[in-house]
T-cell receptor
Framework: ETGVTQSPTHLIKTRGQQVTLRCSSQSGHNTVSWYQQALGQGPQFIFQYYREEENGRGNFPPRFSGLQFPNYSSELNVNALELDDSALYLC??????????????FGPGTRLTVL | AQKVTQAQTEISVVEKEDVTLDCVYETRDTTYYLFWYKQPPSGELVFLIRRNSFDEQNEISGRYSWNFQKSTSSFNFTITASQVVDSAVYFCALTPRVGNTPLVFGKGTRLSVIA
């Protein structure tokens, strides 16, 4: 196990609703990245948070937003849910260090179904 | 731009057979990391290996081995004497060596090992 936890495990929402997913990073890590994995696809980068600020974003619309808290845990918020938002959402925590590679440790994911 | 291609969508083998999963990548970076992850039905991404672009030595770990060939931009993964527990989706991924850039994943190869 990586020490990264996510909640909830599964979630069912209807189109147009809003959802919040949560991630607790591994102890000592200061960075959280979120990925969306649609069925049959590889994970795609949504955004990354470092010290409570967004630190990079993939090709996702603004209705995908996030937060990082002082304890480095993080939330992913999705507004105006669409059917295509149905996916497994993975968070990964890492320790950002200057000049080094930031090994990412993945959580078990939250499976979101939008009806 | 970076891209990872896993041309094999699904592979099915009989237990004890050897199987090779292909990965071809594209990047303009001169230094980068390559990865393989395993994703069992539970959904969590399990880290298998990280390879630095400077290190083209093949690696063997138990029944797993990796063949990195920079000349053909390939990083193939072989499982020797496959077992039913190897059944999973396997992802190849890429990221630049330095900086805080995210992982770029292939679409994955679903491996089914039949008893």
């Amino acid at each position: 196990e990586t020490g990264v936890t996510q909640s909830p495990t599964h979630l069912i929402k209807t189109r147009g609703q809003q959802v919040t997913l949560r991630c607790s990073s591994q102890s000592g890590h200061n960075t959280v990245s979120w990925y969306q994995q649609a069925l049959g696809q590889g994970p795609q980068f949504i955004f990354q948070y470092y010290r409570e600020e967004e630190n990079g974003r993939g090709n996702f619309p603004p209705r995908f937003s996030g937060l990082q808290f002082p304890n480095y845990s993080s939330e992913l918020n999705v507004n105006a849910l669409e059917l295509d938002d149905s996916a497994l959402y993975l968070c990964a925590s890492s320790l950002l260090q200057a000049g080094g590679y930031n090994e990412q440790f993945f959580g078990p994911g939250t499976r979101l179904t939008v009806l | 731009a970076q891209k990872v291609t896993q041309a094999q969508t699904e592979i099915s083998v009989v237990e004890k057979e050897d199987v090779t999963l292909d990965c071809v990548y594209e990047t303009r970076d001169t230094t980068y990391y390559l990865f393989w992850y395993k994703q069992p039905p539970s959904g969590e991404l399990v880290f298998l290996i990280r390879r630095n672009s400077f290190d083209e030595q093949n690696e063997i770990s138990g029944r797993y081995s990796w063949n990195f060939q920079k000349s053909t931009s390939s990083f193939n993964f072989t499982i020797t004497a496959s077992q039913v527990v190897d059944s999973a989706v396997y992802f190849c991924a890429l990221t630049p060596r330095v900086g805080n850039t995210p992982l770029v994943f292939g679409k994955g190869t679903r491996l089914s090992v039949i008893a």
